[in-house]
């Protein structure tokens, strides 16, 4: 692969048919997209009165903030959103230090054992132990029915390990070598040399952990009991899908007293609970263009 | 300083100084250890002594003993699990729906992918870009909000069908249309991010090749089918050999959240099936462990035999 970059003479030339044809479908794709979401979010800004008579909602006549006030106001969401943001504040930290420092470790150069640790955290990624016995590992530790169950079932993931590793490898490794000599320590290297040169990869990993932490419900479903534990998506699951008539598991922890939501205050609860990754998705797309994953596909 | 005292002797047994050096290399990069060791620590914890917890299919749990304490049985777990009609049905459902969405579903992104890299709008392929890889980052309790939303009776979609007369579909509520409606709704969420791998393998291509082609007088389609394909199919190769890998899971949380009372005869896989048994019927940690130490393996098995079918055939692997 010696040359890389956009195709020379590529964007000379006239548009032709074929340019017109995909422009059209990606279009239409486009929208089949957009549409779904642009509805939502309208319905949320309309009045319950509007919405019963026209249900194929794209501008509303008379914008209102009824349903948000009253999906405050049933305080459930905002419960959900602390959760949450407790989980992002403990687990995001320790991911990052422990997905880092294990990085920064395998990126070494050959040490006794380097293969076989290697080799265990790539076996996590093809065979696992399943829910069952990681629940009752948890509720050993007594660790089920606090956030740390959550936290802790989360925090380390091989694939961002493997991409930060590939990251660290690609770094020159007379910058460590350097250091090393001026008596640096290994921990040292990696927090003073390393880190602030990975920065683009560092906010990649971030925002991986990120959105899976935010993201995350199932293991909050099996580990936690109590309604006031539970994060955002387990909030808007039990508001949008268990308190809609025909829900099944209507059985499970969340779902006590979650009925006599209005399709405003479930549409409200579904757009409130996207914003954060409308907001952060433009700089998790950046880092794709730069093709950050390109060596991960392969590990 | 232990190390060094095992090499005084210097070459007198070849096993000795062999062992010493390793002794000696290990001390020297005992601050690697260090960096490694939060990292395992988290994988023997949550990793590995859960996977040991696997034992427990072979066990009858006792809660006060515990994973390590309870009496084996040896496969007694496993006799009543292939006895049991419902699991049958969720391992058949399970690959039913599975080898559908990858005969159907695979396609998609590389589809995408291609006619990503064919648009010359620069501006419009970011947007493009940007707007059909958003769904991948939503959980699938948000895309299943906004699924129910236009698929419901009375949504968007049924909306327009009435407003233009034609019949309404229960897209949701009914056993029929439940496969189909998984394949699309999952078709609708993932095909954008698929396609950002494919993409990322298009633009390692060596440019050479097309400026040749066009100087050959090639045309755009051919330089797609004879180039741009050839060049990314150890990719195609790579997502086909993780799909295979995933025939036995995948799918529990758009399943989970999509399904409903009246469709709860045809939505239920594997890994829902583990669910119920495991958290919402009679508990028995033992049957369910069987159960998904089962589905696991079998999942191991295929990822590891596609790739060993994809390397017979010539093409790369997963593993180097």
Redesign the interface.
């Known amino acids: 692969?010696?040359?890389?970059?956009k195709?020379?003479?590529?964007?000379k030339g006239k548009?032709?048919a074929?340019?017109y044809f995909?422009?059209a479908?990606?279009l239409v794709?486009?929208f089949?997209?957009?549409?779904?979401?642009w509805?939502?979010i309208m319905?949320s800004f309309s009045t319950q009165k509007e919405y019963a008579e026209?249900?194929?909602m794209l501008f509303p006549r008379n914008p209102t903030l009824a349903s948000y006030k009253a999906l405050f106001a049933d305080g459930s969401i905002l419960v959900g959103y602390w959760n949450t943001f407790k989980l992002l504040i403990v687990g995001l930290p320790l991911s990052l230090?422990?997905?880092s420092?294990?990085a920064?470790?395998?990126s070494?150069a050959k040490?006794?054992?380097k293969k076989i640790?290697f080799f265990?955290?790539l076996f996590?990624m093809?065979?696992?132990?399943?829910?069952?016995?990681?629940?009752?590992?948890m509720k050993?530790?007594h660790l089920t029915g606090t956030l740390w169950s959550v936290i802790?079932?989360g925090?380390?993931s091989a694939f961002n390990?493997i991409l930060m590793m590939n990251y660290f490898q690609s770094l020159p490794e007379s910058l460590m070598e350097s250091a090393r000599l001026d008596g640096a320590?290994?921990?040292r290297i990696?927090l003073t040399v390393v880190l602030p040169l990975a920065a683009p990869i560092m906010a990649t990993i971030t925002l991986f952990y990120g959105?899976a932490y935010?993201?995350?419900?199932?293991d909050a479903m099996?580990f936690l009991r109590k309604a006031d534990q539970l994060p955002l998506?387990n909030v808007?699951?039990a508001i949008?899908?268990e308190s809609?008539t025909?829900?099944?598991?209507a059985?499970?922890v969340d779902s006590v007293g979650k009925q006599g939501f209005s399709?405003g205050m479930?549409?409200a609860?579904?757009f409130v609970?996207?914003v954060p990754?409308?907001c952060f998705?433009?700089m998790?797309?950046k880092h794709?263009a730069k093709?950050v994953?390109?060596g991960a596909?392969?590990? | 300083m232990k190390s060094a005292a095992l090499e005084g002797p210097g070459g007198n047994g070849k096993g000795r100084s062999k062992l010493g050096s390793?002794f000696i290399?290990?001390w020297?990069?005992r601050?690697?250890?260090?960096?490694?060791l939060?990292?395992?620590i988290?994988?023997v914890?949550?990793?590995?002594?859960?996977?040991?917890?696997?034992s427990?299919a072979f066990k009858e749990y006792k809660a006060n003993l515990?994973?390590w304490g309870s009496p084996w049985v040896g496969l007694e777990n496993f006799k009543y699990v292939f006895r049991d009609p419902a699991f049958l049905d969720s391992l058949w459902r399970t690959l039913y729906i599975n080898i559908v969405k990858l005969v159907i579903q695979f396609p998609f992104p590389i589809l995408?992918a291609l006619?990503?890299n064919?648009?010359?709008?620069?501006r419009?392929k970011k947007?493009?870009?940007?707007?059909?890889?958003?769904?991948h980052?939503?959980?699938w309790?948000?895309v299943?909000?906004?699924?129910?939303?236009?698929l419901a009776y009375?949504?968007?979609l049924n909306?327009?069908l009435m407003?233009f007369g034609l019949p309404t579909i229960n897209f949701?509520?009914s056993e029929s249309m439940f496969v189909p409606m998984i394949i699309f709704t999952d078709i609708?969420k993932s095909t954008?991010w698929g396609a950002?791998?494919y993409l990322?393998?298009i633009?390692?291509?060596?440019?050479?090749q097309?400026?040749s082609a066009?100087i050959d007088g090639a045309s755009?389609?051919q330089q797609m089918f004879r180039i741009t394909l050839p060049n990314i199919l150890?990719?195609v190769t790579?997502m086909f050999i993780l799909s295979v890998?995933g025939l036995m899971s995948s799918g529990?949380?758009q399943i989970?959240?999509l399904?409903?009372?009246?469709t709860?005869n045809v939505s239920e896989v594997l890994d829902v099936y583990?669910?119920r048994i495991?958290?919402?019927s009679a508990t028995d940690?033992s049957f369910?462990?069987a159960v998904?130490?089962f589905?696991?393996l079998v999942?191991?098995a295929l990822?590891?035999l596609a790739d060993r079918v994809a390397k017979m055939m010539g093409g790369?692997g997963?593993f180097r």
């Open positions: 692969m010696s040359k890389k970059g195709r020379s003479g590529f964007r548009m032709t074929l340019d995909i422009f479908v990606l794709v486009g089949m997209i957009l549409i779904p979401f509805n939502v319905i026209n249900p194929l230090f422990l997905t420092s294990m920064y470790g395998l070494r040490f006794p054992g640790i265990l955290v996590t093809i065979f696992n132990g399943g829910i069952v016995p990681l629940y009752l590992v050993s530790m802790f079932a925090s380390f390990m320590g290994e921990w990696m959105v935010w993201n995350s419900w199932y099996i998506q808007l699951r949008i899908v809609s025909n829900a099944s598991n059985a499970s399709t479930k549409m609860a579904v609970t996207m990754i409308m998705f433009p998790l797309q794709f093709g994953l390109t596909i392969k590990t | 390793l290399e290990i020297k990069h601050m690697v250890y260090t960096l490694l939060p990292g395992l988290w994988l914890l949550f990793a590995y002594l859960p996977m040991g917890g696997l427990l515990g994973i995408l006619m990503l064919e648009l010359r709008m620069r419009a947007w493009f870009q940007t707007v059909l890889t958003f769904p980052f939503l959980s309790i948000i299943s909000g906004v699924v129910i939303n236009v009375d949504g968007l909306s327009t407003m949701l509520g609708w954008g950002i791998i990322a393998a633009s390692g291509i060596d440019q050479d097309y400026e066009e755009r389609m150890p990719t790579i890998g529990f949380d989970f959240n399904a409903n009372a009246a709860k583990i669910y495991t958290f919402q940690f369910s462990t998904s130490l589905r696991s999942n191991m990822l590891l790369d997963l």
